[in-house]
């Protein structure tokens, strides 16, 4: 079964510190994957896309990582800010049926 | 360019009646999703549309209805309401495919008594 667990739950770190939250994904076969910021009350928005070749992509201070053999990824986060506050969504396409697989999030809290 | 919309951001409903909400994307997108967020929980696709007069159950359609009449427009339907339908309401949009990124209204957040 196609699924995707990300972890963990939830996360509160200091303001200015770094983070890496997880997503273990069994999705097969595997199209692309992305990770959505979505803040409270709203809707998700893309941070950023990797596809099968890609291993290491960056928006800004967000860092995320692909696996494709182990089926991993990463999100870092550098030098934290109070807005990183939200929870951090992956999200797995397959690609025989162009299917998207969501992820529960992470929720993230920056602590001045 | 406002993107993606929705109507209403919220809404209480007594069980049994009806409602509709409101999407309308003025991106000129072809597919369009309508998702639900239950608290502390990831979204769950509940009907999406790939154009105008096409579209298809997800993984959660038991008792809503949708329609595509226009590219611009894709309501969401809830016939006798229930409590269990108690949630939040996303709609997004996505060009050229059902892969691509997807792009999120607002909202909208529904109470079922």
């Known amino acids: 079964k196609n699924q995707v667990e990300q972890s963990p739950q939830s996360l509160i770190i200091l303001e200015g510190k770094n983070c890496t939250l997880q997503c273990n994904y069994t999705v097969s076969p595997f199209s692309n994957l992305r990770w959505y910021k979505q803040d409270t009350g709203r809707g998700p928005v893309s941070l950023t896309i990797m596809t099968f070749s890609e291993n290491t992509k960056s928006n800004g201070r967000y860092t995320a990582t692909l696996d494709a053999d182990t089926k991993q990824s990463s999100l870092h986060i550098t030098a934290s800010q109070l807005s990183d506050s939200a929870s951090y969504i992956c999200?797995?396409?397959?690609?025989?049926?162009?299917?998207?697989?969501w992820g529960a999030g992470t929720k993230l809290i920056i602590k001045p | 360019n406002a993107g993606v919309t929705q109507t209403p951001k919220f809404r209480i409903l007594k069980i049994g009646q009806s409602m509709t909400l409101q999407c309308a994307q003025d991106m000129n997108h072809n597919y369009m999703y309508w998702y639900r967020q239950d608290p502390g929980m990831g979204l769950k696709l509940i009907y999406y549309s790939v154009g105008a007069g096409i579209t298809d159950k997800g993984e959660v359609p038991n008792g809503y209805n949708v329609s595509r009449s226009t590219t611009e427009d894709f309501p969401l339907r809830l016939e006798l309401a229930a409590p269990s339908q108690t949630s939040v309401y996303f709609c997004?949009?996505?060009?050229?495919?059902?892969?691509?990124?997807?792009?999120f209204g607002p909202g909208t957040r529904l109470t079922v008594l």
């Open positions: 999200v797995v396409s397959a690609r025989s049926n162009y299917q998207l697989i």
């Open positions: 997004a949009s996505s060009y050229p495919s059902g892969t691509d990124t997807q792009y």
